[in-house]
């Protein structure tokens, strides 16, 4: 399977707690107004890789404890991306994908969505919402601003409503 991508960081401390490996997807169709990664919303762009190299990329990485996913926007491409955190997950702490959707638009989209109800299955953390200028807020972990919110997913669709996760 293909995935597009715009790159990876094969050891970043900023994307998630520990080290982790992150891969920017490319496409997106929210255009954020100062979106840190505007580079990446072209769905034309980046490069069209295999999903088995980008596999072996993460399996090769020995400090990496934990696999960010970022964009661009990720669940574009759920399946590409499910392929990925399935193969990898056995290896990792934790898996992160972070979206522009909501997590309300994303459970209406679910029953037409099966990749994406399974990557949702398969990852960690959502870390959810648009990039909104007005709401920066430098002090925020791992997120750009007020609104998005850092979503524990298995709890969340146990319990039917969203738990929020904080990291220390």
Known sequence: MKIRIAGVIKESIVDGPGIRFVIFTQGCPFNCPGCHNPQ??????????????VIADIKSQKMSKGLTISGGEPLMQAEACLEIVKSVK?????????????????????????????LLTQINYLIDGPYREN????????????????????????VG???LKEFS
Do not use: C
């Open 90 to 118: 056995p290896f990792l702490k934790d898996i992160i994908v972070y979206t522009g959707f909501t997590w309300e638009a994303l459970m209406e989209r679910l029953p037409d969505n099966p990749a994406l109800k399974e």
């Open 135 to 158: 709401e920066r807020d430098l002090s925020l972990k791992f997120r750009g601003s007020r609104n998005q919110r850092i979503i524990d997913v298995a709890p969340s669709l146990k």
């Open 40 to 53: 990446t919303h072209d769905f034309e762009g980046g490069k069209l890789v295999d999903t088995e190299t």
């Open 161 to 163: 409503q969203i738990v």
